[in-house]
C-alpha cells in the first residue's frame, strides 16, 4: 500500500489550539477519510512544524474524494486560520510532498 507524507506549518502561537481542535476529530470527517481510501493517517508536531503521514490507495484519487466532502470543506475552513505556508513549497506545488528514501517492513508473523 502507497505510503505518502507531507509538511504542513501552524501560525507561532497556535500550538496548543492545532493540537486542542484534533482531540475530537468530528466522526463524519474520519469516515470520509476512510471512504477516500485512507487505512492509516499520522499527524505529528513540532513546534509550527507538522509531519503528516498516511497509508491511501491514491493520494491523487483521496485528494479529490476530500474536496467533494462537506465535512473536509467545514473542517479546513475552521482549521484555515492556524495555517501559514509551509517556506520551502516549490512554484505551484499544494503541499510540501516527502519523497520516501528507506521503508522497513514490519516483522513477519512468528518472528522476533
Known amino acids: 500500500m502507497p505510503r505518502y ?3 504542513l506549518r501552524i501560525r507561532e502561537g497556535c ?3 492545532y493540537d486542542r ?3 475530537a476529530v468530528w466522526p463524519e470527517l474520519l469516515k470520509d477519510l476512510a471512504d477516500a481510501g ?3 493517517y499520522s499527524i505529528f508536531r513540532r513546534d509550527q512544524q507538522l509531519f503528516l503521514y498516511l ?8 485528494l479529490a474524494r476530500m474536496a467533494t466532502s462537506e465535512a473536509n470543506k467545514r473542517w479546513q475552513a475552521m482549521m484555515a ?3 501559514e505556508p509551509v517556506p520551502d513549497l ?3 506545488e499544494r503541499y510540501a510532498m516527502m519523497p520516501e ?3 522497513m517492513p514490519g516483522h513477519p508473523e512468528g518472528t522476533e
Open 5 to 7: 507524507a507531507y509538511q
Open 101 to 103: 528514501v528507506f521503508y
Open 81 to 83: 486560520d492556524i495555517f
Open 55 to 62: 497509508h491511501v490507495d491514491s493520494f491523487d484519487a483521496f
Open 38 to 40: 485512507v487505512h492509516e
Open 21 to 23: 481542535r484534533h482531540v
Open 90 to 92: 516549490a512554484p505551484g
Open 15 to 17: 500550538e496548543d489550539e
